[in-house]
């Protein structure tokens, strides 16, 4: 065999590949084949997921955490179809190669398969999202199995689920004791049910290492240790804008003090005069 025609068989890798097209489900089967580890980073804009996408990353999350870093709630619990579906198409618009996954809202889902079908196509037809992320295990197969039967990729979410937070009693580590046979249960479950990926928070790092050995289809770990196919962070915790980011959180740049020390010096130079000189002038 030609080195040109071996080199157009080989697999491109997920993180950092060329952008000659979006990246799909078959591709994030093939890298959990191939046992290749990939990030995903939420984005809400397009500026942001042009940064992103540039950088190589494979998969964008237009988390329900838009609620709290976005639009300032104490949770997720408030943010609505209407709220994120502008917010995705600002990131799919951004980009050029990621995946964009759009979180189902709580509360556009859980009634009934025809709601979850009804929200999940919008968020596919006017914001242009390439998959769905829903919470929950066995209790939402229906709602898989219909989006899936629908051609709608769907991922899954299991241990702390945000939008249940209420019923956890706050932000608790999932999957101890006998609740982790539960969550692998689930984790099967949704498997079979046609979902292409699970993500795991704040679980055991040994139960996360079991589910995803258990599993033909990628987990994504967020506070889930490292064995997890994939890992996920809000990229205003790993950027260093949230004032008090989650233990499961590294920080990679101070932005906040940075984005601080920028406007200060901007607003020295507008109380001084230094701002604009001739070169930012027009004559």
Known sequence: MSSVSSMSS??????????????????????????????????????????????????????????????GYDSTLPVSVD??????????????RAMVVADLPFG???????????????FMKEAGA???????????????????SAGIPVMGHLGLTPQSVNVFGGYRVQGRGQSGDELMADAKALEHAGAFAVVLECVPADLADRVTAALSVPTIGIGAG??????????QDLMGLTPHPAKFVKKYFDLATEMNHAVRAFADEVVSGAFPTPEHTYR
Do not use: N
């Open 83 to 96: 709220d994120l579906i502008p917010l995705t198409a600002a990131v799919v618009r951004g980009s050029s």
């Open 226 to 235: 490292p064995a997890c196919d994939a890992q996920v962070l809000v990229w």
């Open 130 to 148: 390439h998959a769905v992320k829903l919470e929950g295990g066995r209790r939402v197969l229906p709602q898989v199995e219909a989006l899936v």
């Open 108 to 122: 556009s889902y859980q009634s009934s398969p025809q709601q979850a079908l009804e929200s999940a196509a919008r």
């Open 10 to 71: 080989s697999p491109t890798m997920l993180y950092g590949g060329k952008a000659g097209r979006r990246v799909t489900v078959r591709d994030i089967s093939a890298a959990k084949e191939r046992g290749e580890r990939w990030p995903m980073v939420t984005a809400y804009d397009a500026m942001t997921a042009r940064v992103f996408d540039e950088a190589g990353i494979p998969v964008m999350l237009v988390g329900d955490s838009a609620a709290m870093v976005v639009y």
